[in-house]
C-alpha cells in the first residue's frame, strides 16, 4: 500500500489500512469463540487495539 501510494516507507496507517486482508485467514477461532459468535476481525480489532503504535 505504502508503494501503491508513492511513499518509499511503511507507516502504522498502511498496516492498519490492510491488517485484515492479512492476518483474517491466519486466525483460528476455537469452538467457544464460535459458539459466542467472535470473528476474526474482533480478535483483529482487539490485537491492533493492545498494540501501542509508535
Known amino acids: 500500500m505504502a508503494f501503491l501510494r508513492g511513499k518509499d516507507y511503511v507507516s502504522p496507517v ?3 489500512y490492510i491488517i485484515k486482508e492479512i492476518m ?4 483460528i477461532l476455537s469452538y467457544e469463540a464460535e459458539a459466542e ?3 476474526s476481525d474482533q480478535v483483529i480489532d482487539k490485537i491492533v487495539q ?4 509508535p
Open 14 to 16: 498502511d498496516i492498519a
Open 24 to 27: 483474517r485467514h491466519r486466525i
Open 50 to 53: 493492545a498494540v501501542a503504535i
Open 37 to 39: 459468535g467472535v470473528t
